[in-house]
Every structure is written in C-alpha cells, then in structure tokens.
C-alpha cells in the first residue's frame, strides 16, 4: 500500500522473560482513527513508545510517509511528525501552560508568540486555555487540553492517544471526540488506546487487536459489537456478570449530613454528605476523581473518624470509632491504590492478609499473630478468587496490578462483610479480572450483605449498581435507580463538562 | 559605636561564602537533587583554594582551583546517586565526612600560613563616596562575583530554554524523561555547579574571610546554606536575602559582644540563626520541586 502514513512490519520487543511485542505488523492511513486494543500487559504501550520513540524494537522495520523510520528518542518523533498525548499525564504542576507546551516542542518560539499561538489553536479546536495560568491549579479535563495542544501545536501527521478518557465526563469525551474527528477531516491520523469498547466503536474507523504481544485481529469497530471485540481481546467467551435482583432489605449504612474536612492537602472536604445502603444492595458512586471520592472512602472505612451521631451501622454509632472496631461489627473497606493504600508492596500475601483480617479472622492468640492461620487465609483468598502467584509468600508488589487487585478485593470478601466499601475495584485490570471481581460484589450483595462501590468506571456502576449516586466536589447526589438512566442524566448528576463548552467547535 | 557603612560592607564579606554555596544548592534542588555535601565541598574548596593559591602566588588560582575541586567531588556524588542509584541523603552526609576528612589530610603542611588575599578594588574618586562609595566601589571583586552569579541564576532559571528544562526535571523526572529529556545529564550539570559554587564560598573562607587555612574551617557554614535553600523557597533573590541577613545578625552580634552589652553571649551567638529562620518564615514557605530527593529510576 503506498497510501500508508505510518507501516510496521514485524516488530518485536522482548525485556527479560517476557516478549512485549511479537512481529507485529499494521498500517495506519493519513486522516484515519486507528484503535488499537487489547488486555493489561498485551503490548499497546511497548508498541506505540517503539512508534515514539522511547522504546528502540529488537526486530522489524517501521516506515513513515514512505520513509524508513527509526526514532531513537522523542525528538526524533516529534521531528519526524508524531505526537503523543500520555495516559498519565506528563505535564509539570508547577508550571504554566505555556511552559509546559514549550517543553513538548521542538523549537518553541517566543513566549509572547507561543502565547498567542495557544490561544489561537486551542479556539480553533474547541479547547480554550489561559497560557499563563499554573498547571497545577487545572481540571482533569482542562490538564488534557494542555497536552493536546501541547501536539496540535506541531502540526503532528499521527497523534497518539493512549487512554484519553479515563479521566473525563461523558460531556467532556464528546468535546474530545469533536476535536478528535475536526483532526481526522484535516487529513492528522490517530492511534488510539482505550479500554472503552463503546466510545471505540462510536470514534474509530479501524482496529487492531493485540493479544499477548501478537496481533490477533483486525476489525472494523462501528460495524463489530463491543462483546465480540471484547472476546477477540481476551481469546474465549466472556463472562458477563449477572444476579437475580432481590428486594432489598433493612438500612444497615446510614450517613447523615457529614460534613468533614479532607486529611490531605489539597484533597476535596465532604460537603453534607447524606446516604442510606439496605442490604442486599449496590449502591454505585460515580464520579471524576478529586471530587472526594478518596475522602469519602477514609470516613466510611474509619480512617478518618467522625463525630457522633452521623455515621450509623445498623443502631451503632460508628462515626468516632477507628477502622479495627469497625471491622468488628461488620463494616469493611477496600481502598483504592493497591500498592501503598489496600496492600503494603513490599510485604508478603500473607501478611497483608494478616493486616486487614487479623480482627475477624481471629488471626491473633494473646496478642501474637498465628502466622499459621493467617498463611491459612490468604491461601484460601488465592485460591477462591484465582489469584496467580507463586505462592502466600511473595511480596504483594510483585503480583500483577489484576492479581493484586483480585487479592485485595477477595481478602475482604471473604472476611464476611454485612458493607464493603470498595474504591475504584477494578482500576487498570483486565476485562475477565474485573468480570470476576464484579461478579464476587454481586455475589456478596445476592447473600444480603450492602455494598458501596466508588468507581470512575460508569459502564462498571451501571452494570453492578441498584442505585446511583454522584459525587462533585465533595457533594453526594440523592441516588436514583440505576435502571434506565441515560449518559446524558449521568452526565449532568456529575456535574456537566467542568466549564468546558462545546460552543468554538 | 557601630558605624553602619562598615556594619554593611563587612556583612557582605561575612555573607559571601554561604551566598555561593547556596546558590550552587538552590540550582542543584531545583533539578530535582538532594546534595547534603555541601559542607564537604565547601571545605574541600577551602583547601584547594589556598594550596593552588600558594603555588600560583595568586588568589586566582585558588579560586579556580577550588571550583575544580568542589565540582569534582561533587561529581563523585553525581556518579553515586545518579548512575549507582544510591539513596541522596546517605551519600550527602557521606560526602560532607568525605570532604571534612580530605581537606584535613591535605591541610597538615598548610596550617598557620597566610594565603595571598584579595584586594578590594578602588575607583578613586567613586569609592571615596560618603558612605555608598565604600560600599557599592569597595569591595573585593568575588562579593561582586557572588552577586553576579545570584542574577545569572536567577536569568538561567527564569528565562533561558535549558533553565525551564532544568525545572521541570526537578518537578517531575518520570514526565520530563517521557518527552525526550536526559533527566541524568541534566541533574549532573547542576550537580557539578552546585559543587564549583560550594568550592568558591570555601575558598573565599580560606582566601579571603580568615584569611588562613585551620581544620574543619567551614564550621557548619555549609548546613546554614542548605537551610537558606529551603527557607528561600527555592528562589535565588530571597537567597541573597537570607544570606545577607545572616551574615548581617552575624557581623552585628560580634560587635555587641565586643561593645560588651549587657546581653549574655549564648543570646547574640544563637540570634543569627533565630532570627533568619524567623524572617524567612514569615515570608511564607513556597513548594519545594515535585522530585526533591527521588531517585530517577528510567523505566520502558
């Protein structure tokens, strides 16, 4: 095909004990929006660090624009014409817009010219930023814009986008999407990275399919259902979580009117807060991450206590009590951040198995731990939810992010919770991992303990949840019945777009 | 009485040497690096300034030679932290014991020997200036040099391509790495200017200040510096501020005791300290850089 903007033929990249990429081969056309997709650890950011740059594969030639093409770093890329914009951030807090733009340049002009040339492609595509205001203080979404403009600014040929919109409101994507398509029409193609099967289906006109380093397919997205691309990533049926709704039972969580101040700085204060969980339910918070999610977590697993009279498990007053006595009535948590926050990554399965079921578990006799009991209980946690690891005495930091995941989740359910608290269960695990940790929640919930599931995944609330509630700056919506709610309805429950308007498009 | 003409011109002499050394820190810090060496370095310039100083029979050498060795040493720290990945605050205080040792090895057969001095310079008729004239026109030329690096750092960091990549390897290594950026080069270039800085205020300690070489000289004038580098937030005008009002206090307090007020003498040793920390305090803390201290690990 000479019609090609960039072609790889065989490229492969092997670290030690593991081939990240194997002969891959695919062509992106100029103006197309190419998805490439594929499970945690199948090889998309080896692949697309080899097309920018930063990664130099062992074998195989890539050809840009009919020309051989072998950056050695990122300025070469970006010389060579491919931008990239990073699934975590790369911009620098401290700085100003136009600073950090001028750092992803090549040859930025002067500041008085770099100024105005934001202003002018940021409105040209719908994204409008201040050059001079400090990156630190920005949205989620305004931080993206910083980075897109940071590329559009180069006259990029390929645009790289590795997870664009983990991070966004639904309002937020379509401006995104708006910006994406304009880019396409202008003849700048677009590789994109995402695990959200239906924005791929909604946005590219092609996809590529990774699986254990190796292209297993290609599609056309808009004309293939996310189930069927979904078994592609994974390679068998997938599992799709399911229960029979039962009526839920008496109020066993009830929070009424918290208001608190975050532990951390710059953390989000809990705005009078109000929520009611029965048993047997899932009661899904949805929202962008910094609207108090992490603070609301902390005040329901006792990390952060309460006054009196505000937090209630069943006729307990939990609020001034700390996260052990909790634990002892029934009220369980599972953090968000797996390695530092749910599980300490330098200590073995078996002592953080120790550390959060000591109390229930009765892994304690006069005060010494029973190591023998508590070996005993994370194997049964290894074993019952599949984690894969040589054994209880690895260190919980060498199992993969879904492994660690599945442990952490697995280890409180087994703990027999009448509430779990979970954060962000399934953040950056594979489609069949976080299948079976949702189906764990549901099970949980079906043999009426109450569960609060905290996620910024809302395809995941709207799949596990009874009722949705939305947090915004540290305010909870009233929950409504997830049934039937629209993206739109969400949308607006999390606060809209965040001062983004659609309006210059 | 005091005469404050001379009280001024005599703090810029007894601020000069923390000056250099916390300039050359405040750039290392800023990209991103924590060097606890900077007493070892100091000291080691120290040394070397006046055995180079010796030898050439001019203060010259000793300040070139003190730059040199300050850097090389601070380049043995580069090669720990930077490409042995050690931890920067073991091998900071490690190389403070290094520098303390070496100068004090190399010392024996300099003890007790005047060292050429520098001049002040003179103007005529401009230094013969009422009051300004010995201030502004007399000085000698490395207080003027001091100053001159403070407004070339300030210039580097604020304005100049490689001052805002500098900056921003300090805030955040791992982003900076991911645009291209030789987050290692970087930070051993500051590294080695941290350590030529540290070498000139030892050499101007031994060269100029005392003027004379006796063991462990620097007496804790390297820890000061590193403590104006956090109290400044990082910023090199607030840095002179705060060595010059050290050096101030300092100068003043001395010349109480030898007044003899009635004040008792731990008050006035101890009031240089307090009351730098009080000043800069109240000026509000700024952030310090996003990667102070982390080790840089570059991963695929």
């Given at each position: 095909m000479s019609d090609a903007l960039l072609r790889l033929d065989g490229v492969t990249k092997a670290y030690p004990g593991v081939v990240a990429n194997a002969d891959v081969s695919m062509t992106i056309r100029p103006g197309e929006i190419h998805a490439l997709l594929g499970e945690n650890g199948a090889g998309k950011s080896t692949l697309v660090k080899a097309i920018y740059g930063l990664v130099t594969p062992d074998r195989g030639r890539m050809t840009l624009m009919g020309r051989p093409y072998a950056p050695h770093d990122p300025h070469a890329a970006r010389a060579a014409g491919v931008a990239m914009v990073f699934q975590h951030f790369s911009?620098?807090?401290?700085?100003?817009v136009a600073e950090n733009v001028a750092l992803g340049m090549e040859d930025p002009p002067p500041f008085r010219t770099l100024a105005a040339r934001i202003r002018e492609v940021s409105e040209t595509y719908g994204l409008p930023l201040d050059?001079?205001?400090?990156?630190?203080?920005?949205?989620a979404g305004e931080r993206q814009r910083v980075e897109i403009v940071r590329c559009l600014l180069q006259d990029p040929k390929l645009l790289i986008m590795d997870e664009p919109t983990s991070v966004l409101t639904p309002q937020e994507v379509a401006i995104l999407f708006e910006t994406l398509r304009k880019l396409s029409a202008e003849g700048t193609a677009i590789l994109y990275i995402s695990h959200k099967l239906e924005e791929i289906r909604a946005l590219c006109e092609s996809a590529t399919i990774l699986r254990l380093g190796r292209v297993v397919a290609t599609c056309d997205p808009r004309e293939t259902s996310a189930r069927a691309m979904a078994e592609m990533m994974v390679g068998g049926s997938l599992h799709v979580p399911a229960r029979d709704r039962a009526e839920p039972g008496a109020v066993v969580l009830r929070i009424e009117g918290l208001s608190a101040a975050s532990p951390r700085a710059f953390g989000t204060s809990l705005k009078d807060v109000r929520l009611e969980v029965r048993r047997g339910e899932v009661l899904g918070i949805g929202g962008v991450a910094g609207n108090g999610q992490d603070e609301l977590l902390a005040a329901l697993s006792g990390e952060m206590t309460a006054p009196r009279g505000l937090i209630f498990f069943e006729d307990h007053d939990v609020g001034p009590m700390g996260p052990d006595a909790r634990r002892a009535l029934g009220l369980l948590a599972a953090p968000e951040?797996?390695?530092?926050?749910?599980?300490?990554?330098?200590?073995?399965l078996t002592e953080n198995a120790a550390l959060t079921g000591r109390v229930r578990e009765g892994l304690t006799r006069r005060g010494f731990l029973d190591w023998g009991r508590a070996r005993g209980f994370a194997a049964s946690v290894i074993e019952t939810f599949d984690v894969r690891t040589?054994?209880?005495?690895?260190?919980?930091?060498?199992?993969s992010g879904g492994n660690l995941q599945k442990f952490v989740i697995g280890r409180e359910i087994l703990q027999r919770p009448e509430v779990l608290v979970v954060n962000q269960p399934t953040w950056g695990v594979d489609a069949s991992a976080a299948a079976a940790i949702r189906q764990a929640l549901l099970d949980i919930a079906e043999r009426g303990a109450a569960v609060v599931a905290i996620s910024q995944d809302l395809d995941e609330l709207m799949e596990i949840s009874d009722r949705f509630a939305a947090l915004n700056e540290g305010r909870l919506s009233p929950p409504r019945p997830a049934a039937g709610l629209t993206v739109e309805e969400i949308g607006l429950m999390l606060g809209g777009a965040h001062d983004m308007d659609v309006a210059h498009v | 009485m005091i005469d404050p003409a001379l009280l001024i011109a005599s703090l810029m002499v007894a601020s000069t040497p923390i000056l250099l050394a916390a300039i050359g820190e405040l750039v290392v810090e800023r990209s991103g690096v924590l060097n606890l060496g900077v007493e070892g370095m100091m000291i080691t310039g120290a040394i070397c300034g006046i055995a180079a100083a010796l030898w050439a029979e001019t203060p010259w050498a000793g300040f070139l030679a003190a730059a040199v060795g300050g850097a090389l040493l601070s380049l043995l720290f580069a090669l720990l932290t930077?490409?042995?990945?050690?931890n920067q605050v073991a091998t900071g205080l490690a190389l403070t014991l290094f520098g303390l040792g070496l100068s004090a090895l190399i010392g024996q057969s300099y003890s007790q020997i005047r060292a050429p001095s520098l001049q002040r310079i003179d103007l005529g008729a401009l230094t013969d200036l009422p009051v300004v004239g010995r201030l502004l026109f007399g000085q000698d030329p490395m207080v003027y040099i001091s100053l001159l690096i403070v407004a070339g750092t300030w210039a580097f960091l604020r304005f100049s391509r490689a001052g805002l990549i500098l900056r921003a390897v300090g805030e955040n290594h791992d982003a900076a790495h991911a645009l291209g950026y030789n987050v290692r080069l970087v930070r051993t270039c500051a590294i080695a200017f941290g350590g030529a800085c540290a070498g000139l205020g030892g050499a101007y300690l031994s060269l100029v200040r005392v003027p004379q070489w006796t063991d462990?000289?620097?007496?804790?004038a390297g820890w000061i510096a590193l403590a104006i580098v956090v109290f400044a937030s990082w910023r090199p005008w607030r840095l002179l501020l705060g060595a010059y009002l050290f050096g101030g206090v300092t100068v003043l307090q001395l010349n109480l005791q030898a007044g003899g007020f009635a004040i008792p003498v731990q008050y006035l040793s101890m009031s240089p300290y307090i009351v730098t920390i009080l000043v800069l305090v109240v000026m509000n803390a700024g952030r310090a850089p996003g990667s102070l201290g982390r080790t840089f690990h570059a991963s695929h």
């Amino acid at each position: 095909m000479s019609d090609a903007l960039l072609r790889l033929d065989g490229v492969t990249k092997a670290y030690p004990g593991v081939v990240a990429n194997a002969d891959v081969s695919m062509t992106i056309r100029p103006g197309e929006i190419h998805a490439l997709l594929g499970e945690n650890g199948a090889g998309k950011s080896t692949l697309v660090k080899a097309i920018y740059g930063l990664v130099t594969p062992d074998r195989g030639r890539m050809t840009l624009m009919g020309r051989p093409y072998a950056p050695h770093d990122p300025h070469a890329a970006r010389a060579a014409g491919v931008a990239m914009v990073f699934q975590h951030f790369s911009l620098f807090d401290a700085l100003t817009v136009a600073e950090n733009v001028a750092l992803g340049m090549e040859d930025p002009p002067p500041f008085r010219t770099l100024a105005a040339r934001i202003r002018e492609v940021s409105e040209t595509y719908g994204l409008p930023l201040d050059p001079f205001r400090t990156v630190g203080d920005l949205s989620a979404g305004e931080r993206q814009r910083v980075e897109i403009v940071r590329c559009l600014l180069q006259d990029p040929k390929l645009l790289i986008m590795d997870e664009p919109t983990s991070v966004l409101t639904p309002q937020e994507v379509a401006i995104l999407f708006e910006t994406l398509r304009k880019l396409s029409a202008e003849g700048t193609a677009i590789l994109y990275i995402s695990h959200k099967l239906e924005e791929i289906r909604a946005l590219c006109e092609s996809a590529t399919i990774l699986r254990l380093g190796r292209v297993v397919a290609t599609c056309d997205p808009r004309e293939t259902s996310a189930r069927a691309m979904a078994e592609m990533m994974v390679g068998g049926s997938l599992h799709v979580p399911a229960r029979d709704r039962a009526e839920p039972g008496a109020v066993v969580l009830r929070i009424e009117g918290l208001s608190a101040a975050s532990p951390r700085a710059f953390g989000t204060s809990l705005k009078d807060v109000r929520l009611e969980v029965r048993r047997g339910e899932v009661l899904g918070i949805g929202g962008v991450a910094g609207n108090g999610q992490d603070e609301l977590l902390a005040a329901l697993s006792g990390e952060m206590t309460a006054p009196r009279g505000l937090i209630f498990f069943e006729d307990h007053d939990v609020g001034p009590m700390g996260p052990d006595a909790r634990r002892a009535l029934g009220l369980l948590a599972a953090p968000e951040e797996r390695n530092g926050h749910a599980a300490a990554p330098g200590m073995s399965l078996t002592e953080n198995a120790a550390l959060t079921g000591r109390v229930r578990e009765g892994l304690t006799r006069r005060g010494f731990l029973d190591w023998g009991r508590a070996r005993g209980f994370a194997a049964s946690v290894i074993e019952t939810f599949d984690v894969r690891t040589p054994g209880t005495e690895t260190a919980a930091g060498a199992l993969s992010g879904g492994n660690l995941q599945k442990f952490v989740i697995g280890r409180e359910i087994l703990q027999r919770p009448e509430v779990l608290v979970v954060n962000q269960p399934t953040w950056g695990v594979d489609a069949s991992a976080a299948a079976a940790i949702r189906q764990a929640l549901l099970d949980i919930a079906e043999r009426g303990a109450a569960v609060v599931a905290i996620s910024q995944d809302l395809d995941e609330l709207m799949e596990i949840s009874d009722r949705f509630a939305a947090l915004n700056e540290g305010r909870l919506s009233p929950p409504r019945p997830a049934a039937g709610l629209t993206v739109e309805e969400i949308g607006l429950m999390l606060g809209g777009a965040h001062d983004m308007d659609v309006a210059h498009v | 009485m005091i005469d404050p003409a001379l009280l001024i011109a005599s703090l810029m002499v007894a601020s000069t040497p923390i000056l250099l050394a916390a300039i050359g820190e405040l750039v290392v810090e800023r990209s991103g690096v924590l060097n606890l060496g900077v007493e070892g370095m100091m000291i080691t310039g120290a040394i070397c300034g006046i055995a180079a100083a010796l030898w050439a029979e001019t203060p010259w050498a000793g300040f070139l030679a003190a730059a040199v060795g300050g850097a090389l040493l601070s380049l043995l720290f580069a090669l720990l932290t930077q490409v042995l990945m050690s931890n920067q605050v073991a091998t900071g205080l490690a190389l403070t014991l290094f520098g303390l040792g070496l100068s004090a090895l190399i010392g024996q057969s300099y003890s007790q020997i005047r060292a050429p001095s520098l001049q002040r310079i003179d103007l005529g008729a401009l230094t013969d200036l009422p009051v300004v004239g010995r201030l502004l026109f007399g000085q000698d030329p490395m207080v003027y040099i001091s100053l001159l690096i403070v407004a070339g750092t300030w210039a580097f960091l604020r304005f100049s391509r490689a001052g805002l990549i500098l900056r921003a390897v300090g805030e955040n290594h791992d982003a900076a790495h991911a645009l291209g950026y030789n987050v290692r080069l970087v930070r051993t270039c500051a590294i080695a200017f941290g350590g030529a800085c540290a070498g000139l205020g030892g050499a101007y300690l031994s060269l100029v200040r005392v003027p004379q070489w006796t063991d462990g000289m620097t007496a804790g004038a390297g820890w000061i510096a590193l403590a104006i580098v956090v109290f400044a937030s990082w910023r090199p005008w607030r840095l002179l501020l705060g060595a010059y009002l050290f050096g101030g206090v300092t100068v003043l307090q001395l010349n109480l005791q030898a007044g003899g007020f009635a004040i008792p003498v731990q008050y006035l040793s101890m009031s240089p300290y307090i009351v730098t920390i009080l000043v800069l305090v109240v000026m509000n803390a700024g952030r310090a850089p996003g990667s102070l201290g982390r080790t840089f690990h570059a991963s695929h």
